[in-house]
């Protein structure tokens, strides 16, 4: 054993490792993305496969084909992930697995960077599936490793749910020293029972049924719930997940007494910890983030069983059921519970602080095509939709150039769409090279077959960056290492049956911008796909610098760019330190006071 | 034994490392420790916040408002976003310098600059503000902002570790080739603290 600094990502991938995981596959997406990189950066020298799959539902598909022939198999996504694998996952949960199948998906319960709040959990017992929620990143390697021993005896996928705080906090966590010897693969054996006609679904769905029952027995003992019993105290306090740590940090501060009970499986809710839990407290308290989970189950236990004890929660408007707990929240809702004063301090009113929102990089490449698609549109009504990715960035002043984001994929429909409605206004739709693959293909055919007037701009910058630069089909590596199997995005397109297809430099604004023109022109789908590397990604060019006797001090640079690294330090416009030397400023300069240094 | 340290600062400016190398300063003393960081949109220029406890026994990895013992701010307003994180008496070492964001290019927001200054001053704990850029200068590197905070912090009294302990931390996470850069970083946030 080591003790190691693992953030509970990393945690679940050597979990999986430990396990004897022998396929692992993912799409990335905050939070969830450091599980699949780290699986790929062990997978050669543990001989295990992984991979960046080209979104959810395939990432899924592959680790169901690797269950079926006996294999333990992962598939890792963030939330709303489970939405575009949720396809799979509901008939799945009916045709059921072999080798043991661990679905990882990350929760952003707040959110931080998601465009949803939803909760797993409740997505775990729609399709019948045990979900386990770990509170800490030595839970949640425990608890991936438990999860693929419960799939196999359920012979049900199994779904580990971490949240943010635990995705993205570090413990010191015990490592194995010894590599686990994978299983023998039994292999895939034919039988009716892989092939989902509706009369296998109708008996499937009984066993699946009787299967939940199976998995509530099995969590009846499970370390992963913990009952303590407050003898002093007629409080008692349920807990899920990362609100454990809250509750328990909230009571020390407080000094309050409870008994409280940890829940790590929250679907099935086990019984016994929850009845003895009712036989010792009048007052009952759950706390956990986003719906009542495991409320709901306690309140249907408390009903069958007759118990008179008063339960709070999300019920009684005590705990949100939007946003995040913290220690701060868990305790004034127990002061509020338990009739105590609530704790306060007085602060002095700090100054008022400038707005930080994020932006794109200095020399990013998207700053200039949005730039190049407004100049190519001004004059004319245009819409712009958007879609998910660094360039959602483009929806901030001074680029104003998203006017919709809605989910991956979804800029060219919503583009076609409003076209169908206002066909006398523009219509442009974005999307990232990684988006494009993962969900952008699908629209864009749609868009061509029913002739929607729209202009498809492919950003492309050869990573899918938001994320932490994974790569893509587009590229010429996997998640294992290089690969001469890239798919080219233009070659893409015309198959799709594109008339009109550019490929531009948006850092060369004369040349792209002429592009931009014609494509707008061009009746029909367009598409242009936009290419320049992610600066992130490479190195710096040379660096820039604004000279003070041609600068009329006009403020373009600044209002038309807003690029971090333009700033007034001293009054008139400079170009600072974190310059990436992309270029472009001086090209949208009317002066040409900006030059190479 | 129980200390909790909060570390703001702007997306890039190394904020994560600086709690890792805390928190492994820890666990080499056989403390239990927990991080907690931002990664994502957030990192792409915005406002960001790491949090490292360390102590004999935790639960969660975030800070209690008015509960952290040190804040270290990478820059200036954002140490000021994250005094509310800071216990009363608390210290704190920050940048005094400003990063100012596109907002306030584009004069959507503003930052007084003195302002945040006086009210940082005005906090009742051990308030240390140091020229973060020229130190960075002194030691040779841009980049070395986060090392030299950690430095500073190694002066302050009641560490579970010794300074050479952290500096130890802090080469563990650094590059064969920047390691000579860095020990000159972690000495030169010493040296500004005897000044301060
Ligand atoms: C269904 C779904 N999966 C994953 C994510 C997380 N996510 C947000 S943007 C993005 C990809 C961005 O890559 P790309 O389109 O290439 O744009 P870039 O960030 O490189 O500009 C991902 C994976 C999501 N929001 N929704
Ligand atoms: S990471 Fe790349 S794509 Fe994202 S903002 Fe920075 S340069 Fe642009």
Redesign the interface.
């Known amino acids: 054993m080591t ?1 190691k ?1 693992l ?1 509970g990502n990393e945690a679940i991938a050597y979990g999986a490792v430990e396990a004897g995981v022998q396929v692992a596959s993912a799409y990335p997406g ?2 969830s993305s450091e599980i699949l990189s780290t699986l790929a950066g062990l997978a050669l020298e543990k001989g295990f496969y992984a991979e960046w799959s080209v979104n959810e539902k395939v990432a899924l598909e592959v680790a169901a084909g690797a269950a079926y022939a006996g294999a333990r198999a992962l598939a890792a996504m963030k939330q709303v992930g489970l939405n575009v694998a949720s396809d799979p996952l509901m008939s799945l949960a009916y045709i059921g697995v072999k080798g043991g199948l661990v679905l990882v998906v990350a929760d952003d319960p707040g959110p ?2 998601s465009q949803t709040e939803q909760d797993t959990r409740l997505f775990a017992r729609f399709a019948k599936l045990p979900v386990l929620d770990p509170a ?1 990143p030595r839970e949640a390697k425990e608890m991936t490793r438990y999860a693929f021993e419960l799939s196999e005896k359920l012979l049900l996928p199994v779904i580990l749910r971490p949240t943010t ?1 635990t995705c ?5 966590v015990e490592i194995q020293d010894t590599t686990a010897v994978p299983q023998p693969v039994s292999g895939f054996q034919r039988s009716p029972n892989w092939v989902i006609f509706p009369n296998l679904s109708a008996r499937k769905h009984v066993w699946l049924n009787g299967q939940q029952e199976v998995a509530r027995e099995s969590f009846e003992n499970s370390p992963f719930n913990q009952l303590t019993i407050n003898e002093q105290s007629d409080v008692g306090i349920i807990a899920c997940g ?1 609100s ?3 509750v ?2 909230a009571l020390q ?1 407080t000094g309050l007494e409870a008994s409280v009970l940890k829940i790590g499986t929250p679907y099935p809710l086990p019984a016994g910890p929850v009845l003895q839990l009712l036989q010792h407290a009048k007052k009952i308290l759950v706390v956990e983030e986003q719906e009542p989970v495991v409320e709901d189950q306690v309140i249907a236990l408390a009903w069958k069983t007759r118990s008179t004890a008063q339960i709070s929660g999300k019920y009684d408007r005590l705990v949100a059921r939007e946003g995040e707990l ?3 929240k868990v ?1 004034a809702i127990l002061e509020n519970f338990c009739g105590r004063q609530p704790h306060s ?1 007085e ?2 009113v ?12 200095a020399g990013c490449s998207h700053r200039a095509s949005f730039y190049i698609l407004k100049e190519a549109a001004r004059g004319k009504d245009t819409l712009f939709a958007g879609d998910i990715g ?1 360039y959602t ?1 483009g929806a901030m ?2 680029l104003n150039t998203t006017d919709t984001c809605l989910c991956m994929g979804a800029s060219v429909s919503i583009a076609a769409g409003l076209s169908r409605v206002e066909p006398h206004r523009q219509q442009v739709a974005f999307l990232g090279d990684s988006t494009f693959f993962h969900s952008g293909i699908p629209g864009l055919i749609n868009a061509v077959h029913n002739g929607a007037n729209i202009t498809l701009v492919i950003l492309d910058n050869s990573t899918t960056a ?3 630069h994974q790569p893509h089909p587009g590229l010429n590596r996997t998640a294992m290492g290089p690969t001469d199997q890239s798919i080219n995005i233009a070659r893409m397109v015309e198959a799709c049956g594109v008339e009109f297809v550019r490929v531009a430099d948006p850092f060369d604004l004369k040349a792209a911008l002429q592009v931009a023109k014609d494509a707008l022109a061009f009746a029909g789908p367009a598409v242009v796909i936009m290419q320049r590397e992610c600066v992130a990604q490479i190195n710096k060019g040379r660096h820039r610098r604004i000279n003070p006797d041609l600068c009329t001090e006009c403020g373009a640079c ?2 038309e760019l ?3 690294a ?4 001293a009054g008139q416009p400079e170009i600072l ?1 974190n310059c990436f030397g992309c270029g472009f400023c001086n090209q949208v300069c009317p002066v040409g006071a900006i030059e190479e240094v | 034994m129980k200390l909790d340290i909060v570390i703001s600062g ?2 890039g400016q190394g904020s994560v490392l600086a ?2 190398v805390l ?2 300063a820890g ?1 080499g003393l056989g403390l ?16 960001v916040t790491s949090q490292v406890r360390l102590g004999e026994k935790l ?4 800070i ?4 952290a013992d040190i804040l270290l701010g990478f820059e200036l ?2 140490t ?2 994250a ?2 994180k800071l216990k ?1 008496g608390g210290a704190i070492i920050a940048s005094a310098s400003a990063i ?7 004069g ?5 600059q003195k ?2 200054q ?2 940082l001053r ?1 906090q009742p704990g051990r308030v240390v503000l140091l020229d973060l850029e020229e130190l960075a200068k002194k030691a040779g590197h ?1 980049k070395t902002g986060n090392v030299i905070i950690l430095g500073a912090l190694s002066t302050l009294p009641g560490l579970p570790f010794e300074p050479e302990q952290l500096l130890q931390a802090v080469l563990s996470y650094i590059p064969e080739k920047l390691q000579n850069t860095n020990k000159r970083a972690f000495e030169v946030g010493r040296q500004s603290m005897e000044v301060a």
């Open positions: 003790l600094l953030m905050t939070p931080h960077s800490t705080r993205h906090a570090c413990q010191d990362v454990y740590n809250y328990m940090e501060l913290n220690v701060n305790r301090i602060a002095a700090p100054p008022e602080l400038p707005l930080r929102t994020p932006v794109l990089c660094c960035l002043p001074p938001m994320t932490g600044i209002d807003g690029c971090p333009i700033g007034k330090p330190e | 702007v997306g709690s890792r928190a492994s666990m239990d420790v927990r991080t907690s960081e931002v990664i994502g949109m957030a990192q792409r220029e915005g406002s639960y969660g990895a975030t209690p408002d008015h509960e307003a954002e000021v976003r005094v509310p009363p100012v964001p596109v907002s306030v290019q584009l959507i927001s503003s930052y007084d302002a945040m006086q009210y005005e841009p």
